[in-house]
């Protein structure tokens, strides 16, 4: 099993910043990929982005490419995203997501039923 908790949302004003992090705990060295979901209001929840637990890789999607940055730090089992450039549309719960699996639809988890863990998730809201 593997907890995960979400801190750092708030409001703040287009154009803004926020960083969220997610602490990890529990069985994390199962950990294949952490990241992203965002849910805003009436709308499904969709993938912002993900990274390799080991290795490099990040992939974001379109929607926040170049304005969002994931990163972690493995000592502290903790993945962080850097929200910069803040849109109103950006409003959402952001939750925290980790997978165990080492099969994809693709060459990276970003559907939701590839994702084994959820935090609680976490508001952010920007204004106008």
């Known amino acids: 099993q593997v907890q995960l908790v979400e801190s750092g949302g708030g409001l703040v004003q287009a154009g803004g910043s926020l960083r969220l992090s997610c602490a990890a705990s529990?069985?994390?060295?199962?950990?294949?990929?952490m990241g992203w979901f965002r849910q805003a209001p009436g709308k499904e929840r969709e993938f912002v982005g993900v990274i390799r637990w080991s290795g490099d890789s990040v992939y974001y999607s379109d929607s926040v490419k170049g304005r969002f940055t994931i990163s972690r730090d493995n000592a502290k089992n903790t993945v962080y995203l850097q929200m910069d450039s803040l849109k109103p549309e950006d409003t959402a719960v952001y939750y925290c997501v980790t997978t165990w699996s080492l099969t994809y639809s693709g060459s990276y988890p970003k559907r939701l039923d590839e994702y084994d863990y959820w935090g609680q998730g976490t508001q952010v809201t920007v204004s106008s």
């Open positions: 529990g069985r994390t060295s199962s950990s294949r990929f």
